[in-house]
């Protein structure tokens, strides 16, 4: 009998010290008795995650009807140019306290005369905008404190579908909100959020007011930034940009006060089960490359069309979109290993990455009506960033369309280019027509294309 008792106290031990295990690995928040609970976590975690105010102008520009050029003549603007002031808010995420750096999305700070920022202890600062990369929706802020928190990042090639996960935000400006949930699916892309999508998807609640705010997994690290929503609101499918991209881009802006983005230089598509049967391969997912530019890092690398690339730098590459966004988040000059299946078999090529932003860019890259001229970033007469024409064919299909060498593209559809990436972007797009407008000297010139 005596066996059998001491026998039950040393299960009943063994099966305490398990419960005991299990739940170690949980925050706890101790009171009458012990609960589970993310307060512990979330009490060293919320001070580093900031409300961000903005005030500003918003410029809008209408292109002015015929009729009313004939009524005022020659002289009678191309546009009419309005100026409206808005308020914004937003969130932040404190990621080095020391410098006081601040990690929020391009969108929440975009065109913001004043940034102001609110800490959880009630103090607010003026911020200053180190940089920022549209394409990607991330800028980079500071300001001038002492007694900071920051958030360590997470690496998020470890997140795994189903990972719990926390979100921290300003939504509608109500003041700090914590909503929580799990990792929904990654590597989300080809929603037209943004230029560059690599995100996670998530069903912790991201509402208006969010952006920006941190998305931290139980350890309290910061796995993500959130950046955007579908529908009106809350509907359990949100995004955010992964830490390491985060990481990559913000590394450049500190650097550079920009980004300098990877440019591989091949055109290309998904791989689908169809297409898969058809070139006898075991595996439905990858990028497949359709077109090399001559001269470029793939050209140099290796990288012949048909090539399939299915991971960069050891990592899994899912789709054409994925692999495009890790690419351009890699800065300039970033040696990449490309593992590819050609002709059935595995092979490893490297490649030190172009530049997106600086190199000349076939023009028939972008629309085949365009075919015959070459461009680059550049200014027109009057200042003003754009696309400009630095060679063009005579009696090419660009020629035909009435642009000429020196011609600063300064809008596509009413829509301001700065860049040939941004240009480019928009023309993946494929518009039906294609209205660009074009700074020729001190003129303005509005060419279409069908």
Same mark, same amino acid.
């Given at each position: 009998?005596?066996?059998?008792?001491?026998?039950?106290?040393?299960?009943?031990?063994?099966?305490?010290?398990?419960?005991? #295990?299990?739940?170690?690995?949980?925050?706890?928040?101790?009171?009458?008795?012990?609960?589970?609970?993310?307060?512990?976590?979330?009490?060293?975690?919320?001070?580093? @995650?900031?409300?961000?105010?903005?005030?500003?102008?918003?410029?809008?520009?209408?292109?002015?009807?015929?009729?009313?050029?004939?009524?005022?003549?020659?002289?009678?603007?191309?546009?009419?140019?309005?100026?409206?002031?808005?308020?914004?808010?937003?969130?932040?995420?404190?990621?080095?306290?020391?410098?006081?750096?601040?990690?929020?999305?391009?969108?929440?700070?975009?065109?913001?005369?004043?940034?102001?920022?609110?800490?959880?202890?009630?103090?607010?600062?003026?911020?200053?905008?180190?940089?920022?990369?549209?394409?990607?929706?991330?800028?980079?802020?500071?300001?001038?404190?002492?007694?900071?928190?920051? /958030?360590? /990042? *997470?690496?998020?090639?470890? /997140?795994?579908?189903?990972?719990?996960?926390?979100?921290?935000?300003?939504?509608?400006?109500?003041?700090? #909100?914590?909503?929580?949930?799990?990792?929904?699916?990654?590597?989300?892309?080809?929603?037209?959020?943004?230029?560059?999508?690599?995100?996670?998807? #998530?069903?912790?609640?991201?509402?208006?007011?969010?952006?920006?705010?941190?998305?931290?997994?139980?350890?309290?690290?910061?796995?993500?930034?959130?950046? *955007?929503?579908?529908?009106?609101?809350?509907?359990?499918?949100?995004?955010?940009?992964?830490?390491?991209?985060?990481?990559?881009?913000?590394?450049?802006?500190?650097?550079?006060?920009?980004?300098?983005?990877? !440019? !591989?230089?091949?055109?290309?598509?998904?791989?689908?089960?169809?297409?898969?049967?058809?070139?006898?391969?075991?595996?439905?997912?990858?990028?497949?490359?359709?077109? @090399?530019?001559?001269?470029?890092?793939?050209?140099?690398?290796? /990288? %012949? *069309?048909?090539?399939?690339?299915?991971?960069?730098?050891?990592?899994?590459?899912?789709?054409?979109?994925?692999?495009?966004?890790?690419?351009?988040?890699?800065?300039?000059?970033?040696? #990449?290993?490309?593992?590819?299946? %050609?002709?059935?078999?595995?092979?490893?090529?490297?490649?030190?990455?172009?530049?997106?932003?600086?190199?000349?860019?076939?023009?028939?890259?972008?629309?085949?009506?365009?075919?015959?001229?070459?461009?680059?970033?550049?200014?027109?007469?009057?200042?003003?960033?754009?696309?400009?024409?630095?060679?063009?064919?005579?009696?090419?299909?660009?020629?035909?369309?009435?642009?000429?060498?020196?011609?600063?593209? @300064?809008?596509?559809?009413?829509?301001?280019?700065?860049? @040939?990436?941004?240009?480019?972007?928009?023309?993946?797009?494929?518009?039906?027509?294609?209205?660009?407008?074009?700074?020729?000297?001190?003129?303005?010139?509005?060419?279409?294309? %069908?």
């Amino acid at each position: 009998m005596k066996k059998i008792v001491v026998n039950a106290v040393a299960i009943l031990t063994l099966l305490s010290a398990q419960v005991m #295990t299990t739940q170690a690995a949980i925050p706890f928040f101790s009171s009458e008795e012990e609960v589970p609970s993310l307060a512990p976590m979330l009490e060293k975690v919320t001070p580093a @995650v900031v409300s961000i105010a903005v005030e500003g102008t918003q410029v809008s520009k209408q292109r002015v009807p015929e009729m009313f050029k004939y009524f005022f003549g020659p002289n009678a603007p191309d546009e009419q140019v309005q100026e409206k002031p808005f308020k914004g808010l937003g969130s932040g995420v404190i990621i080095d306290a020391k410098k006081g750096y601040i990690v929020t999305n391009n969108h929440v700070v975009e065109n913001a005369n004043e940034i102001r920022v609110k800490l959880t202890d009630g103090r607010e600062f003026v911020a200053k905008k180190l940089g920022a990369d549209e394409q990607s929706d991330i800028a980079l802020l500071q300001i001038e404190a002492d007694k900071l928190s920051d /958030l360590p /990042l *997470a690496d998020s090639d470890k /997140l795994r579908v189903g990972d719990f996960v926390i979100a921290i935000g300003n939504p509608f400006g109500l003041g700090q #909100t914590v909503t929580s949930g799990i990792v929904s699916a990654l590597g989300r892309s080809g929603l037209n959020i943004e230029g560059f999508e690599d995100f996670i998807q #998530t069903d912790a609640a991201i509402n208006r007011g969010n952006s920006g705010g941190a998305l931290v997994n139980l350890k309290g690290q910061l796995a993500g930034i959130n950046t *955007a929503i579908i529908g009106p609101g809350n509907i359990g499918i949100g995004f955010a940009i992964p830490s390491n991209m985060m990481k990559s881009l913000v590394d450049q802006i500190i650097e550079f006060g920009e980004v300098r983005r990877g !440019l !591989l230089g091949i055109t290309g598509g998904n791989l689908d089960a169809d297409l898969a049967d058809a070139m006898e391969l075991d595996i439905n997912q990858g990028a497949v490359v359709r077109e @090399v530019s001559p001269d470029s890092a793939a050209d140099k690398a290796g /990288l %012949r *069309a048909s090539d399939i690339i299915i991971a960069l730098n050891g990592k899994k590459v899912k789709s054409f979109h994925e692999l495009r966004a890790k690419v351009a988040t890699l800065g300039a000059g970033t040696e #990449t290993k490309l593992t590819i299946l %050609r002709d059935g078999k595995k092979q490893t090529l490297t490649a030190t990455l172009g530049d997106y932003q600086a190199a000349n860019v076939e023009a028939q890259e972008m629309h085949p009506a365009l075919e015959g001229a070459v461009f680059t970033n550049g200014k027109s007469e009057d200042g003003n960033e754009g696309i400009e024409v630095t060679q063009l064919t005579p009696r090419s299909p660009a020629a035909m369309v009435g642009l000429k060498e020196g011609d600063v593209i @300064v809008g596509v559809n009413r829509q301001r280019m700065k860049t @040939v990436a941004a240009m480019r972007d928009y023309l993946q797009q494929k518009p039906r027509v294609v209205a660009l407008n074009v700074k020729r000297g001190k003129s303005s010139v509005f060419l279409v294309i %069908r």
